[in-house]
């Protein structure tokens, strides 16, 4: 599952969520998601001190639901149970019966099994890496909170996508000298061709003080051949001529890399 996926699910469940609570502590509760993290078990061992652990394995797969001894009077008192993990179980089984059909989980409900505070979570039922989702809940002047975690599914082949491209066999590889090569595909591609009368490079208050009838002395020599551009890269030089009343240029002298067809 992604962590767009797993976001979006969050936000399903959120609604239930806290209708659950409300009917569940007999009292409006603030309820506050944080958003997915992907960590390991043994990164998280180290806030469960002072918690209860809530194992779950069935329909879902593993998990664990970790919430403050807290938690505890408020269970007990909510489900009439002098038991305290017996309160915590009975609450996490009918949280799970609120947000099933929002989940799209089926009727049954998977196994829960209550660890006291202290106790070390079984690695061989989360291993690898996990999600961990982070929640509080607010009552008047109680803030609650806890976290939950699952194992987070390897990446798909399919999430690489080299890893299911099938390419064609080109035959083994040769050079070519390229005045032989076929360019047929490129004739109509477009270049910007630029010719070049000089350049000059001035201070901004000299531009500033341009006006009609300024001239601007160029770096070029009268005489010397101008210089074609084709999209930015020299190509060749030329001279000026009027071809029908319009300026051309006539190339003198092809560019050492314009001279090769692979330029």
């Known amino acids: ?17 806290r209708a659950f609570l409300k009917t569940l502590l007999q009292e409006e509760a603030h309820l506050n998601l944080g958003a997915p993290v992907s960590t390991r078990l043994a990164e998280v ?56 059909p929002a989940l799209g989980f089926g009727a049954e409900a998977p196994s829960f099994e209550v660890r006291a505070p202290g106790t070390p979570l079984p690695a061989e039922r989360l291993p690898g890496a996990l999600w961990t989702v ?12 806890g976290f939950a975690l699952w194992p987070a599914p390897p990446p798909a082949a399919h999430d690489d996508p080299l890893a299911s491209a099938a390419f064609p066999d080109f035959g ?23 010719v070049e009368l000089g350049r000059r490079r001035l201070p901004l208050s000299d531009v500033l003080r341009l006006t009609k009838g300024s001239v601007v002395e160029l770096e070029k020599l009268v005489g010397e051949p101008l210089s074609v551009y084709a999209n930015g890269r020299l190509i060749a030089e030329g001279e000026a001529v009027v071809v029908d009343e319009q300026f051309g240029v006539r190339i003198t002298r092809l560019a050492a890399a314009a001279a090769n067809p692979l330029f």
């Open 1 to 17: 599952m992604s962590t767009t996926e797993l976001q979006q699910q969050i936000a399903l469940i959120q609604g239930p969520l």
């Open 172 to 194: 083994s590889e040769h050079l070519g000298d390229g005045a032989t090569g076929h360019f047929e595909v490129l004739a109509e591609v477009e270049l910007e061709v630029t």
């Open 134 to 145: 982070s929640f509080s809940v607010q009552m008047g002047s109680q803030d609650l909170g």
């Open 45 to 100: 061992e180290e806030w469960m001190n002072g918690h209860f652990v809530v194992m779950g394995a069935g329909t879902p797969g593993n998990f664990a639901l970790v919430v403050e001894a807290d938690w505890l009077p408020l269970l007990t008192k909510a489900n009439s149970a002098e038991d305290g993990p017996d309160a915590i179980r009975q609450a996490v089984a009918q949280g799970y019966t609120a947000l099933s």
